[in-house]
């Protein structure tokens, strides 16, 4: 049936329960993680899928649908550890909501292709990987995947902070020595952060924003 072999029509069932998975997580949660049913559903299938694409070779030699897997392998456990792991700090968050929805673009890549260069079968809708049409499908759902990803990220809690660096002197008897401390102060804080810096005994700079800036600003 259209061309698809036994083993080719089990890789695309698991690929497209692996999409629709996906797109529930985002549906219900706006976002895919492994915190939810769907997000762990998505991530153990889009790794299925990945593998055994690697055994199928369509046109005989490796290429770039096994590139593509090996780049959704690699997106996706750099997405899986920095939801676990946080292994780029305060990024973290980033890196794993735009990882997690970037492999689900990855999936739309095959996806169209191998459905618009195989039917209807006898008279696809697509005459190769490279038809404009299809190029031109692709690029609307990256477009998707671009304008997602910048709403989700913004909606996730993490927004940049301005990180203020004062020399904090210590106070014998009640605490070990600290220098160089870094503190941190979101724009909407600094007024705040200014009558600290008041009442705080143990700062010896002088509070202002010249005096708190980083070495070399």
């Given at each position: 049936?259209?061309?698809?072999?036994?083993?080719?029509?089990?890789?695309?069932?698991?690929?497209?329960?692996?999409?629709?998975?996906?797109?529930?997580?985002?549906?219900?949660?706006?976002?895919?993680?492994?915190?939810?049913?769907?997000?762990?559903?998505?991530?153990?299938?889009?790794?299925?899928?990945?593998?055994?694409?690697?055994?199928?070779?369509?046109?005989?030699?490796?290429?770039?649908?096994?590139?593509?897997?090996?780049?959704?392998?690699?997106?996706?456990?750099?997405?899986?550890?920095?939801?676990?792991?946080?292994?780029?700090?305060?990024?973290?968050?980033?890196?794993?909501?735009?990882?997690?929805?970037?492999?689900?673009?990855?999936?739309?890549?095959?996806?169209?292709?191998?459905?618009?260069?195989?039917?209807p079968e006898g008279a696809p809708l697509a005459s190769g990987p490279e038809a404009p049409g299809l190029?031109?499908a692709v690029g609307v759902a990256f477009l998707v995947f671009l304008?997602?990803?910048?709403?989700?990220?913004?909606?996730?809690?993490?927004?940049?902070?301005?990180?203020?660096?004062?020399?904090?002197?210590?106070?014998?008897?009640?605490?070990?020595?600290?220098?160089?401390?870094?503190?941190?102060?979101?724009?909407?804080?600094?007024?705040?952060?200014?009558?600290?810096?008041?009442?705080?005994?143990?700062?010896?700079?002088?509070?202002?924003?010249?005096?708190?800036?980083?070495?070399?600003?």
């Amino acid at each position: 049936m259209f061309g698809i072999t036994p083993f080719g029509m089990f890789h695309t069932v698991i690929a497209l329960i692996a999409v629709v998975a996906g797109l529930t997580a985002l549906a219900k949660y706006r976002e895919i993680g492994l915190a939810t049913a769907a997000g762990r559903v998505y991530v153990l299938l889009t790794i299925a899928t990945c593998v055994t694409g690697l055994f199928i070779f369509r046109h005989g030699t490796f290429g770039v649908p096994h590139a593509l897997g090996v780049l959704t392998l690699i997106v996706l456990i750099l997405a899986i550890a920095s939801e676990k792991r946080a292994i780029f700090g305060r990024l973290s968050r980033y890196v794993s909501v735009v990882g997690y929805s970037g492999t689900l673009f990855f999936h739309t890549i095959p996806g169209f292709t191998e459905t618009a260069t195989r039917i209807p079968e006898g008279a696809p809708l697509a005459s190769g990987p490279e038809a404009p049409g299809l190029r031109a499908a692709v690029g609307v759902a990256f477009l998707v995947f671009l304008i997602g990803a910048g709403c989700r990220s913004g909606a996730s809690g993490v927004k940049p902070a301005l990180l203020f660096a004062a020399r904090l002197s210590p106070n014998p008897g009640t605490a070990p020595p600290q220098a160089n401390r870094a503190v941190l102060f979101r724009p909407s804080q600094l007024c705040a952060a200014s009558r600290i810096c008041r009442n705080a005994s143990s700062i010896t700079l002088p509070c202002s924003i010249s005096s708190i800036m980083p070495p070399g600003s």
